[in-house]
């Protein structure tokens, strides 16, 4: 839990690498956690490596396919590798899910 709340402080700061380093760690101790690779696969995007947020939102839908989050992460990531026909396809599965999601919303808009 330290290393997660160290990555949220650093992420908020804008110091993605950091924030990578410190869910990296949070993934190391709890690898069954589905919020840590959540949290460190917008990390990933908001440094610009789109490629790794992939994967980590790949990593949260396997471990939590009931956690919304990890269909906007994928959605995001696929937007971000302009993957626009799998990004739609993402959101689209998360929204199956949780109709009423607004961030799945918002994404699939911005696609």
Do not use: W
């Not at 949290?39 to 949260?60: I, P």
Request: net charge neutral.
């Amino acid at each position: 839990m330290q290393f997660k709340n160290a990555g949220n402080a650093a992420l908020k700061d804008g110091n993605f690498s950091l924030a990578i380093e410190n869910y990296t760690k949070a993934i190391n101790a709890d690898g069954s956690n589905h919020v840590y690779y959540s949290n460190r696969s917008a990390a990933y995007l908001s440094a610009g490596d789109a490629h790794n947020a992939l994967e980590d939102a790949k990593s949260c839908i396997a471990l939590n396919p009931e956690f919304t989050k990890g269909y906007s992460r994928k959605g995001a990531a696929l937007h971000a590798l302009k993957r626009y026909n799998d990004a739609i396809a993402a959101y689209e599965e998360g929204l199956a899910k949780f109709p009423s999601d607004a961030g799945l919303k918002k994404g699939l808009e911005e696609v």
